[in-house]
């Protein structure tokens, strides 16, 4: 099975911009939907973004609209979350997810099958 490593993560004054990698081993990527999620200290898992297998299509959480773009390169194996304007709320661990549906984008945790162990983002002052 597909394992999922993100990375990216780190310290950044709100208004700023980070982007999160997530690296996919073990199978190929390009036949899976994929996601971010993040968890806040006391909150749900909450969706962020997801996009199809081939890239053409994606959805965004209203929060991150806007501000986040998810985006893929299957040759690489690699999904990236890149997030402008970052603001306090925004503070969360993120965790890159799959499903086999190449082109799911629900915004259900539980429909999602494999995830990483997730990249901590903190947004300062």
């Known amino acids: 099975q597909v394992q999922l490593v993100e990375s990216g993560g780190g310290l950044v004054q709100a208004g700023g911009s980070l982007r999160l990698s997530c690296a996919a081993s073990g199978r190929a990527l390009s036949s899976y939907s994929m996601a971010w999620f993040r968890r806040a200290p006391g909150k749900e898992r909450e969706f962020v973004a997801a996009i199809t297998s081939s890239g053409g299509g994606t959805s965004y959480a209203d929060s991150v609209k806007g501000r986040f773009t998810i985006s893929r390169d299957n040759a690489k194996n690699m999904v990236y979350l890149q997030m402008s304007r970052l603001e306090l709320e925004d503070t969360a661990g993120y965790y890159c997810?799959?499903?086999?549906?190449?082109?799911?984008?629900?915004?259900?945790?539980?429909?999602?099958?494999?995830w990483g162990q997730g990249t901590q983002v903190t947004v300062s002052s």
């Open positions: 997810a799959g499903n086999e549906i190449s082109s799911y984008l629900g915004w259900a945790p539980t429909s999602w099958r494999i």
